[in-house]
């Protein structure tokens, strides 16, 4: 849970997670849209399927990946939101498609 | 500060646009030379002077004097000459200094003369139970939606580790207006006896009185739980509470939906790791440190190690290393070139090093936080305990490069970065070998994941493609 500071003016950007609309903000990374917009988790680990969200925001721990415009496994905190960014959460393993 | 169009070959390239690798790019490009300075985030800054330009938060005292203070070394690289490209990721350097560049979504090979690697530094691995739930993230991480988005915990907030950053954050919480539940302070009793030979170095540095002053702020509005040896968070599919005890044997519970956790940070060592530039183990940071000389020359020739990634010393001493190393790159590549400055930098550096000793002892997680108990979570990626680490100890298992084939511990998307220290540590307490011993995990390239796509969509030189290419 998250709020923003009151005195914080900022463009608004649309994206869209997992097809709904969400505004986020110029200047946020996907992994702070995400949890601006109330998502307490952001995707499922590979291994057991756990729950995960966003826990370094600086590259590290990976735990914010998500598909961005159809790129996998992109780190969330370290792409900046642009309007109509399409976001899909990930759930689970990956599969191989033909 | 944008611009993709890379050439092949530069005189410099600096990775990371932090204190350390601002100020050796401006003095470098300052020289006359041509100089890149890539970096992976969306603007210049690092961590300490992260959206430094692009903040949305307006009133200054939030996040202090401090962190104003970047904006002055963004003007200085923006007018020293020097090429910057912000969201472009390093995931590849060699020994021959040259290096592998993604940016939107396409890789290229850059080689340059001298390479400066200021890839800063990362929160110290936080392995207590339930570390994995969403919910629970890193002090730093709350700073760096504080400073690009203007965001705060809004829910029930607890803070728990030791170090200056856990106060530094909590008082920029509450400048703000948020809330702070408990602070749950982990620094072991006797902290402050063993630190204490190093106090001299420490009373003299500003250093001190303004973490007095930070500390009184937050204590005045927070309740501060002191030497708590024990963490513990649960909840379902998120955070719900947070259980502590404490040496005195006090135990509590506390419903929260934030637990921020921090024990200091560490070198993010991945790219001289993967550059083959040598490391040691520093018994007193708790980490590995790249081995350098006075101005950041590492164990490979023509390659530089600047700022925290150098070793942990703040934000001054990391600007003050950049300096150096900048200046050594120009002697190197300019012979007969000397700045007037070199000698009173050394001195300011010095001074800033002095504090760390202290700083360093008094704020060393404790052990049972760093190699904890057999049932917690070490490796996030691939969900391995500390139990089964131990159990492939007693089964012949000596380093974590072995570890991998028993468990794939470092081997999930992270790569190592937040289970590396825990695993040495872990290791070498169960073969009773100094961690230095035991080794660290091998870093290789790519440092960061790229598709094979775009690693197959990388230029090649015609030389390159004949040697693979038959009749």
Redesign the interface.
């Known amino acids: 849970m998250f709020k923003r500071l009151p005195d914080c003016p900022a463009t608004a950007v649309i994206l869209t997670v997992d097809g709904r609309a969400i505004e986020a903000r110029e200047g946020d990374s996907v992994a702070a849209a995400l949890l601006a917009a109330g998502f307490a988790q952001t995707r499922q680990s590979a291994v057991s399927q756990s729950p995960r969200a966003p826990y370094c925001m600086m590259g590290v721990c990976f735990e914010c990946m998500v598909t961005v415009d159809g790129v996998a496994n992109r780190q969330g905190c370290m792409v900046p939101v642009r309007e109509g960014m399409r976001i899909e959460t990930l759930r689970g393993r990956r599969e191989i498609s033909a | 500060m944008s611009g993709h169009e890379f050439k092949d070959a530069y005189d410099v390239v600096v990775v990371g646009a932090g204190a350390a690798g601002l100020a050796a790019a401006a003095e470098i490009a300052r020289a006359g030379l041509d100089t890149l300075l890539v970096d992976?985030?969306?603007g210049p800054g690092g961590?300490i002077y992260r959206?430094i330009t692009?903040?949305?938060?307006?009133?200054r005292e939030i996040l202090g004097d401090e962190f104003w203070n970047g904006a002055a070394l963004v003007d200085e690289v923006r007018s020293s000459g020097a090429s910057v490209t912000q969201?472009a990721?390093v995931w590849s350097l060699d020994a021959d200094l040259m290096l592998g560049i993604s940016w939107g979504?396409r890789s290229r090979n850059v080689s340059a003369r001298r390479v400066v690697v200021a890839t800063g530094a990362?929160?110290r691995p936080f392995p207590i139970p339930g570390w994995?739930?969403?919910?629970?993230?890193?002090a730093?991480?709350?700073q760096?939606?504080l400073k690009?988005?203007?965001?705060?915990?809004?829910?029930r907030t607890v803070v728990a580790g030791t170090g200056p950053l856990l106060w530094l954050l909590s008082a920029q919480i509450l400048r703000?207006?948020g809330a702070i539940d408990a602070i749950l302070d982990t620094t072991p009793r006797g902290s402050l006896t063993r630190a204490l030979p190093y106090a001299s170095g420490f009373l003299l540095s500003p250093l001190f009185a303004k973490g007095l002053a930070l500390r009184s702020e937050v204590m005045r509005k927070v309740r501060v739980v002191r030497h708590v040896t024990e963490l513990v968070a649960a909840g379902g599919?998120?955070l719900e509470t947070v259980t502590f005890a404490t040496r005195q044997g006090a135990k509590a519970t506390l419903p929260a939906?934030?637990l921020l956790l921090h024990q200091g940070v560490v070198p993010?060592t991945m790219l001289a790791m993967a550059a083959g530039v040598a490391h040691r183990w520093d018994e007193r940071q708790l980490c590995w440190s790249p081995v350098l000389d006075q101005d950041g020359r590492s164990s490979i020739e023509g390659i530089f190690v600047a700022g925290d990634g150098a070793g942990i010393a703040g934000a001054l001493a990391a600007e003050l290393r950049g300096r150096l190393a900048g200046l050594a790159v120009v002697r190197d590549l300019r012979p007969g070139y000397e700045s007037s400055e070199t000698q009173s930098i050394r001195q300011k550096l010095q001074r800033e090093e002095r504090a760390r000793p202290f700083l360093d002892v008094m704020f060393q997680p404790p052990r049972e936080m760093r190699a904890p108990a057999d049932d917690t979570i070490v490796c996030?990626?691939?969900?391995v305990t500390a139990g089964e680490v131990r159990k492939a100890a007693r089964l012949g298992c000596a380093g974590p490069n072995q570890l991998k084939a028993f468990l794939r511990t470092g081997m999930?998307?992270?790569q190592g970065?937040?289970c590396g220290l825990t695993l040495t540590e872990l290791l070498a307490e169960a073969n009773g070998v100094a961690p230095g011993e035991v080794g660290h995990l091998r870093v290789r390239p790519p440092v960061?994941?790229i598709?094979l796509s775009e690693l197959a969509e990388m230029p090649v030189s015609e030389a390159a493609t004949k040697a693979v290419v038959r009749g």
């Open positions: 992976e985030n969306a961590q959206a692009t903040t949305p938060v307006r009133k969201t990721t979504g990362m929160e994995i739930l969403p919910g629970v993230m890193t730093g991480a709350v760096t939606l690009s988005s203007g965001l705060l915990p809004a829910g703000a207006g599919d998120k939906d934030a993010n996030r990626c691939e969900e999930g998307p992270c970065r937040l960061k994941p598709s």
